[in-house]
């Protein structure tokens, strides 16, 4: 039975209404169906309501209406909830509307399931990184549904105007897999979706995410962000992109551009394995084989030279002595660890000596390869001063590319762009609020 209490206990609930524990609403009824599953009947606490036309309060009850709507499950059976509600009749002279139902924060107008279900089915794909086919599955909703809850939890996402944003990543990432199709003229024409991101290099939360990778895309997203947020941005990270590089520089002309070091440490071991593998095909007439010692070793060529053990240290002069008779691969090797070597530089002096040191091997190569990856570095050198003297990397925005990733495989990949973007700005605010509050906590102490 219901019933209030006055005094410091405040309102009791029966034991039903305690456990189902729908705020405004109080149990009636509970059955266990013939086919498994209950069927729970609940009603309103308050027998008022305000008129959605002129906002004025009600508490003439025209009749009582009953509402089928479907609930989170309990105890692993599915709940079907009965709401049993009044349809008021409008006191105020003049309004239009003569009757409306109630309608509560739990069950708004026309729902077909209860706030908390929408709630639950949105924390399933948002906070555990699940697929909205394998939710609505699991609660037994329609795709649609379970989409729109997410949907809907995307108008409390922050404004980016309002965000104190001091370091900017930019990248970008595969959208969906390269399709090839005929144009006019019946020649083959290949297509690579791209997707463009920009993340906040401090805390990695995405801050939007754009089509294509190109120079106008940049400064669209750019364009529509306000002066005082731009004027905000100290450094921006890019990947070595010509295209990146200018449209920041015309639409952030303040922020100094940071290059990232991985890409370029990448670009350095590209360039000693396309020497590696035309030091093969000239020696030996075809591409290295598992017997060819320079082959059976091109990882070992990739790793840093600093941090070799003995043993491989002694494995990699075996292949300069072996299987390297013209000395190219060697010095293709010095040139990419010259580059690590500047590269970790702790200020801008060490890194121009360092500097000095890497032409030096790239004068004594002599090779397309290295003069090649040493205009990169001439071109691409303010930015590499930037990162030596402020650090600020693209590792979270690479980590967000890997959480982009993880979402379209959820997925099975995403055939409407605007759920794809919707998804990786809910997932990414959802993680950095996570790690805020980690952090806030600080360390666990074991007391044990």
Request: aromatic letters at 6%; a positive charge.
């Amino acid at each position: 039975m219901y019933e209030f209490t006055s005094g410091a206990g405040g309102c009791a609930r029966d034991a039903a209404s305690l456990i189902f524990n729908l705020p405004g609403y109080r149990v009636i009824e509970a059955v266990d169906l013939p086919l498994g599953g209950r069927r729970v009947r609940v009603q309103t606490e308050s027998g008022e309501g305000f008129c959605p036309d002129c906002g004025v309060a009600s508490g003439r009850v025209h009749a009582w209406v009953q509402q089928r709507v479907k609930d989170v499950p309990a105890g692993g059976d599915v709940v079907q909830v009965v709401v049993r509600k009044p349809r008021l009749v409008c006191q105020q002279q003049g309004c239009p509307r003569v009757t409306f139902t109630q309608v509560s924060e739990q069950l708004p107008l026309r729902a077909r399931c209860l706030s908390r279900l929408r709630t639950e089915v949105a924390d399933a794909v948002i906070g555990s990184g699940r697929s909205v086919h394998e939710v609505a599955g699991a609660f037994r909703l329609s795709w649609s549904t379970v989409q729109a809850a997410v949907s809907a939890a995307a108008v409390d996402l922050p404004d980016v105007d309002a965000m104190v944003v001091r370091h900017l990543g930019v990248d970008e990432h595969r959208f969906a897999h390269v399709r090839f199709f005929r144009d006019e003229y019946g020649h083959w024409r290949r297509v690579e979706p791209w997707m463009s991101t920009f993340v906040n290099a401090d805390t990695g939360q995405v801050l939007g995410v754009i089509d294509g990778r190109t120079s106008a895309g940049v400064t669209a997203w750019l364009a529509a962000r306000s002066p005082a947020w731009c004027a905000r941005v100290e450094v921006v990270a890019i990947d070595p992109s010509a295209a990146f590089r200018s449209a920041l520089r015309g639409c952030l002309p303040d922020a100094a551009i940071s290059v990232d070091h991985w890409h370029l440490v990448r670009l350095a071991n590209l360039m000693l394995t396309r020497v590696r593998q035309r030091v093969a095909r000239e020696q030996l007439g075809h591409r290295g084989r598992k017997d060819d010692v320079a082959w059976a070793h091109r990882l070992l060529l990739l790793r840093a030279g600093d941090q070799l053990s003995p043993g491989a240290a002694h494995r990699l002069e075996q292949v300069f002595a072996e299987d390297d008779p013209t000395g190219e691969i060697q010095a293709a090797w010095h040139v990419k660890e010259a580059l690590r070597a500047l590269l970790a530089s702790p200020d801008l002096d060490t890194a121009e000596a360092a500097r000095q040191r890497l032409r030096a091997y790239v004068h004594a190569a002599d090779m397309p390869e290295t003069s090649r990856l040493s205009d990169t570095i001439t071109t691409w050198w303010k930015p590499i001063e930037v990162f030596i003297t402020t650090g600020v990397t693209n590792a979270r925005t690479e980590a967000a590319n890997t959480m982009v990733k993880h979402i379209k495989r959820t997925g099975r990949g995403f055939r409407n762009p605007e759920n794809y973007q919707t998804r990786i700005l809910l997932r990414s605010a959802h993680q950095t609020r996570r790690r805020r509050r980690l952090t806030q906590q600080g360390p666990t102490v074991n007391c044990e």
